[in-house]
């Protein structure tokens, strides 16, 4: 099956600065990584999320990136404000029935 | 307005109990799924459905039951319930394997 990993597991920053997180995962097969934001008590939701056909997409201060030759993906957040801080995680699914999640990473963003 | 609901919100009980959450979505999703998930952490599959009467195990299933007779509705069900399931219970849906999945605000249940 896949394997999905998601580092680090706890990031900092200042507010204004950027946060990266990075995904890699094991199945060549996988072709959609969504990432969700949960915050505090909440459900998680979905913030972005991209396609094996696509390298890059952008929706204002957060971006995704996907390296299919070397199997990792990652999110990247510019000019972080304190409404950011929440548990990001990372996800793949090879259009089967399963995703298959990383193991977040909680985001502080510190004022 | 097109949603995917949970209940009951909170949830406490005494070890041996029976007891069934329940998950329904107006969204005519296909692809039904229950993750359990402690506070902030990681998210684990208990169960999944692709369509009515379809369920598949995932790697917490084997203290818990599904069922899937309408497209909306995906209740799980614990026959025995142990301190050890004290967690929250996130239930969720998506279009396809391809498509976003949508959570529900989930279950917080405390086994004592």
């Known amino acids: 099956g896949e394997n999905v990993e998601q580092h680090p597991s706890t990031l900092s920053v200042q507010e204004g600065d950027s946060a990266v997180i990075k995904c890699t995962y094991s199945?060549?097969?996988?072709?959609?990584f969504p990432w969700y934001k949960q915050e505090l008590g909440k459900r998680p939701q979905l913030i972005i999320d991209i396609r094996s056909n696509v390298g890059e997409k952008k929706d204002q201060r957060i971006a995704v990136t996907l390296n299919k030759t070397a199997k990792h993906f990652s999110l990247h957040i510019t000019e972080t404000q304190p409404e950011d801080s929440a548990v990001y995680f990372c996800?793949?699914?090879?259009?089967?029935?399963?995703?298959?999640f990383g193991t977040g990473t909680s985001l502080t963003v510190i004022p | 307005e097109a949603d995917i609901y949970q209940t009951p919100r909170y949830l406490v009980i005494g070890t041996g109990k029976k007891i069934t959450l329940e998950c329904s979505q107006t969204?005519?999703?296909?692809?039904m799924y229950w993750y359990q998930q402690d506070p902030g952490m990681e998210l684990h599959l208990i169960h999944y459905?692709?369509?009515?009467?379809?369920?598949e195990k995932g790697d917490l299933s084997s203290e818990s039951t599904v069922s899937r007779i309408r497209t909306e509705h995906f209740p799980l069900t614990l026959e025995s319930a142990r301190p050890s399931h004290t967690s929250q219970y996130l239930c969720?849906?998506?279009?396809?394997?391809?498509?976003?999945?949508?959570f529900g605000n989930g279950t917080r249940l405390t086994v004592t």
């Open positions: 996800a793949a699914s090879k259009g089967g029935n399963q995703f298959y």
């Open positions: 969720a849906s998506s279009e396809s394997g391809n498509s976003p999945l949508h």
């Open positions: 459905s692709y369509g009515v009467n379809s369920t």
């Open positions: 199945d060549s097969a996988s072709n959609y």
């Open positions: 969204m005519g999703h296909d692809k």
